[in-house]
């Protein structure tokens, strides 16, 4: 098969497009034609080096969480799924034609979602779920504030915490006041603007998306006995609110949920937006498109 291979930690550069042996198939697992993978901010940060230490990559490697296509073959073990279903997955080295997945990481594609557009879905979408879910443990009822709102982790948190009878407040930059009003929430703030902030009603619940100072900030507007859900860990001032519950949230694979996400989309009730489509071979491009901030999901196509 063909992959993207990576042979040292650097710039997007140190991507390249090479053969690779075919992965092998164990007990427990499909073998996938690869339709699609995207880029996540984890593939960046792990290809610069900047995770050596906390998800190191063993060279020569292959980077990629997000996957659909076609099932090829099934392992041992593996039941209710069949050559040439079509699935999404969270997996592993999925920047090639062909990857493995563990049978209970895949979900098979709703009718109505495109292939190659579900490769969008399965970290972000996972993890706005488990925001809601285990993170910031959503009541209807409840006011949360998500930070990073209009980014495509932040759309999943607004969904399912409005799926879950929450009111949602969506933090954004001044700059994106406007586009955050299509979101559908109950209000924005400008997360970016000290006095809009302090001028916010006190909130059960915060998921925060973005980190920094802006973290900060949201965190001592949460009310004692509330909880401080976030994908980037604790904010640096967490000690001077000790009753606030903060979270630190790492998604994990979850067929079940990723059908929940799958669903939404294809029934367009959740919106993720696609910034752009590079061939597989041209990932390092897609790697650049994703550092320079692209507005939404940029997507790897076989």
């Known amino acids: 098969m063909k992959a993207v291979i990576i042979e040292k930690y650097g710039s997007p550069e140190v991507l390249q497009w090479q053969d690779a042996a075919d992965p092998v198939l164990h007990d427990g697992e499909v073998l996938i034609r690869v339709a699609a993978s995207s880029v996540n901010p984890f593939d960046i940060k792990q290809r610069s080096g900047q995770y050596k230490d906390f998800a190191p990559v063993t060279f020569p490697g292959i980077l990629g969480y997000d996957v659909a296509g076609t099932v090829v073959k099934v392992g041992q073990g593996v039941s209710g799924f069949v050559p040439r279903d079509r699935v999404f997955a969270h997996a592993r080295a999925a920047y090639a034609e062909l990857c493995v997945a563990a049978v209970q990481d895949i979900a098979k594609l709703p009718q109505g979602l495109d292939l190659v557009e579900a490769a969008a879905l399965p970290t972000v979408g996972l993890t706005g779920y488990q925001v809601v879910e285990r993170g ?159 507005a939404g999901k940029v997507l790897l196509v076989v």
Not at 136 to 144: C, F, S, Y
Not at 182 to 206: H, I, S, T, W
């Open 136 to 294: 910031a443990m959503v009541k209807r009822g409840e006011t949360i504030l998500v930070t990073g709102a209009l980014g495509s982790v932040g759309r999943a948190v607004v969904f399912f915490a409005q799926s879950r009878g929450a009111s949602v407040i969506a933090g954004v930059r001044k700059t994106q006041f406007g586009a955050a009003k299509d979101l559908g929430v109950d209000d924005v703030v400008a997360v970016d603007d000290p006095n809009a902030l302090a001028k916010l009603p006190m909130m059960d619940k915060a998921a925060d998306l973005v980190g920094g100072p802006t973290a900060e900030a949201v965190l001592g507007k949460v009310k004692a006995g509330g909880i401080f859900a976030s994908v980037l860990g604790p904010p640096r001032n967490a000690t001077h609110y000790p009753q606030v519950k903060v979270v630190a949230i790492q998604a994990g694979s979850n067929a079940a949920q990723l059908l929940l996400v799958g669903q939404a989309v294809a029934a367009g009730k959740l919106k993720l937006p696609i910034a752009a489509r590079f061939p597989l071979s041209q990932a390092a491009k897609a790697h650049q498109a994703v550092e320079n901030h692209a």
